[in-house]
């Protein structure tokens, strides 16, 4: 019998990719198949991530210079270093979250403050209408003043869409008092609500499971398709070829029959197994979506797990989908389409109401540095508005945190 | 029988380089880079050493002699002439060579592998000069006789892009396996083939992959003749002998 050689086949994977025509539906052609066979060999430790990384680097230098678009592999090259060992990670500790929910007029427009996160830098969540003016020079910023009397200018970070503003003002030089009772923001008085919130946090370990199918369960989870579909059957080739899965293994067909659907191409969500049959997914409904419209304040940490640990500050939702604002060390435990790293194995974000749905989601903004992480994760589906509560369960690959959250709105 | 040299029956390729005000030849012949509007390379270089005017020949020189026995070589440079790199000239601007400033790291933060401008540079030189550098490495690779995964698959790319695009099967799946005895089977779907490394050198190099509708299964300089050992169109094997120009090494004037 010969031996798999993992780098090998990497190499021929990478080298066939290379000479034929980018796949469209892959939006790119080598970088994906090459790097979800890397993923594969380096998920079931058949090859170690750094001769993967560099097999990948060598096959992105290569595109490049034929002149092809260079997606996931290039990401590769701004790869945080992995310097973050599980020894030196401690759970993140909890920041100061308050609610706030009040309107506050500003000279261009009415902008509601949902909430203000006390870090390093006091992080005020904001949504609202302006009018088209207040554009012209870029976002507009706020004059922020806290009880000792630190007064403030934040400047904005987000996004906006006509009219419409949705993000975060930062103060940019000084810090406000993290322990302030009240915000003064464009002359008007906020009061702060402090929640008491101990939300439950627990720790579940997966059911084991063989790590070649683990690893093409999370191929096909939507996080992991960077907006495109999974290359799924060069994962299964690769597994197959390392001697990791047998070609006939009947999951391989349920695996198969999940792909299917949740790429939209074919089959309905009957008769999947759980938790895709009751996974919520974004429409983009022409009508705008029936979620609920608020935030609730979480401000809950995990204990280390999977080699990272996860902090969730807030929930906010609107009509089309919902997201958290979260810290996560190290950063490189999120996927991140600018700064992550694709060989690594990253948190999948699940969530599940009362209402018997579940939900998954897709890193948004993220700021990364070597050891931690912030930034939103995004959830397209809206959430069930009945639903009176959800747990949160950022995902590994051995255990899952579940953070229960009432959703109770403000 | 004398045992010729690698580079007999490659034949020689020129590119032009801006050194100082001038144009420049560059020369690729008989295994080596020459500078032949250069009298004394190595007293230029000890001058550019002590601080004089940096000599672009004698750089592209010294590149060269750094990237010879460079295995990424055989990843980065084109297949063959399917494979197309757009040429641009030494020393020229590179905006890929920015993207790629950014060091690749590995566990610590480590560099695994840096491919710099002067990669770039060396791939991208008209001529027909990268197709040299790849020679050259390739007969390092077999003058050690030693195989890498890196070498092979290259050599693998280089097969297949010929071999399957010469049979009109462009989407089978190429089973290629290193073997002094050169073989190709047909089978459906699959095309098993059996050829040593020192193909890339022998035929590849030379230009010989393909020569009148017949795939070439290895090459060697008689005499100033290339005796090649070629697959017909159905797949019958034959001995053609083709004389060589006399501007190639090995050729009876060339030599």
Sequence with gaps: MSVFDAELHLRLVAER????????R????????ATAAARALVAIGALAAETAGEVLEEYTF?????GHEVHELFHHLHAPPRTAGPAALEPLRARRVAAIGQDVAHAAGTLRLTYVIFGERAELGVVGLLDESAFNHGPPSLRVKDDTGTEVQAEFAGGWSGRQLHGTFYPMRRTLSPTTRWLEVEGQRLELRDEDAHHEVRLEPLRESDPALRHLWRQITPDEWSHRPAPLETVIDTLVASGALVVDHPELDTIRRVHTALDGNGGGKRGLPEPWRSLRRGHGHPRGGDGPRGVVVVGAVTPVFDECAVAVDVLESSEDGWSLIVRVTPSAAVKSHFGGDPLRSHLVWWAADDRRHTYVAHTGNWDGSETEGSGV???EAPLDAKASYVDLMPTGHTHRAVIRVPLVWR | MAVSAWWEGVPPAVTRVRCGDAVHRVQWRDGALHALDHADVDGERTLAALGGDPCACIELLDAWTRFAADEHVLVLASRGPADRIASREWGAESDEAHAFTYAPRGAGGASIVSFDAEHLSLLRLPGG????????VAANVVERGEVSSRAYAAFYGRVRLVLLDWLGLPDAELALTLADAPTVVVETHVVRAALPFSWLVDVWARGLTTLLGRFTLAARVED?????SVLTPDLALEELRIAMNPAVPGSRSGT
């Design chain 1, 62 to 66: 290569a595109a490049t210079l034929r």
């Design chain 2, 224 to 228: 100033g003749t290339y005796v090649l």
């Design chain 1, 377 to 379: 994760i995004q959830f």
């Design chain 2, 129 to 136: 000069l990268p197709d040299r550098l790849v020679a050259t």
């Design chain 1, 17 to 24: 990719a290379l000479l034929e025509a980018p796949d469209p």
């Design chain 1, 26 to 33: 892959h939006g790119g052609g080598e970088e994906t198949v």
